[in-house]
T-cell receptor, first 113, second 114 residues
Framework: AQSVTQPDIHITVSEGASLELRCNYS??????LFWYVQSPGQGLQLLLK??????LVQGIKGFEAEFKRSQSSFNLRKPSVHWSDAAEYFC???????????FGPGTRLSVLP | EAGVAQSPRYKIIEKRQSVAFWCNPI?????LYWYQQILGQGPKLLIQ????????DSQLPKDRFSAERLKGVDSTLKIQPAKLEDSAVYLC????????????FGPGTRLTVL
């Protein structure tokens, strides 16, 4: 069965520090991969997505993610975290026509001043 | 461009009662999704429509949940009868055609079952 794991439930970083959020998936075929952010009281917003081509994907708000097929991973990175990045981050995967769309359990990011 | 609209925003009911949620997707979006997000968890896909046809409802508890999108535009999700474990935020999302297309999410309906 398809699954998405985000090993870190909660991460705390200092403002200005670098960030990496992990995502691993188990799918029968290479899926489409997404990262979404959910801020308190706000809806889910797409940060970036990968479905083919360059394995390093740039997104909004200075985020990037790298797809590694050999590791079935799609980790999210940011070189310098801002206090406004504090939120819940979800990795998600789906197939060609959007079937079996699955969200990971999420990683909560806290940012220290 | 107007976003995905959902109503009501909050609903409190007692167990065994019925409840319905409404979603109006972004104009022109053929694909509509309903998700259930229990506190502390990621959203779980309940049902996916392509126009007015169902693409995926494998995780919809069909004994109590139903959804329809009769004219391929807005959609309703119903729970009848509700259980305590149905307390969650119900999210509606839409996309142009599904697949790699970005899903745009509504603000959600927070359901509390007492």
């Amino acid at each position: 069965a398809q699954s998405v794991t985000q090993p870190d439930i909660h991460i705390t970083v200092s403002e200005g520090a670098s960030l990496e959020l992990r995502c691993n998936y188990s799918y029968g075929a290479t899926p489409y991969l997404f990262w979404y952010v959910q801020s308190p009281g706000q809806g889910l917003q797409l940060l970036l997505k990968y479905f083919s081509g360059d394995t390093l994907v740039q997104g909004i708000k200075g985020f990037e993610a790298e797809f590694k097929r050999s590791q079935s991973s799609f980790n999210l990175r940011k070189p310098s975290v801002h206090w406004s990045d504090a939120a819940e981050y979800f990795c998600a995967v789906g197939l060609l026509y959007g079937q079996n769309f699955v969200f990971g359990p999420g990683t909560r990011l806290s940012v220290l001043p | 461009e107007a976003g995905v609209a959902q109503s009501p925003r909050y609903k409190i009911i007692e167990k065994r009662q019925s409840v319905a949620f409404w979603c109006n997707p972004i104009s022109g979006h053929a694909t509509l999704y309903w998700y259930q997000q229990i506190l502390g968890q990621g959203p779980k896909l309940l049902i996916q429509f392509q126009n007015n046809g169902v693409v995926d409802d494998s995780q919809l508890p069909k004994d109590r949940f139903s959804a329809e999108r009769l004219k391929g535009v807005d959609s309703t999700l119903k729970i009848q009868p509700a259980k305590l474990e149905d307390s969650a935020v119900y999210l509606c999302a839409s996309s142009l055609t599904g697949g790699s297309n970005e899903q745009f999410f509504g603000p959600g309906t927070r359901l509390t079952v007492l």
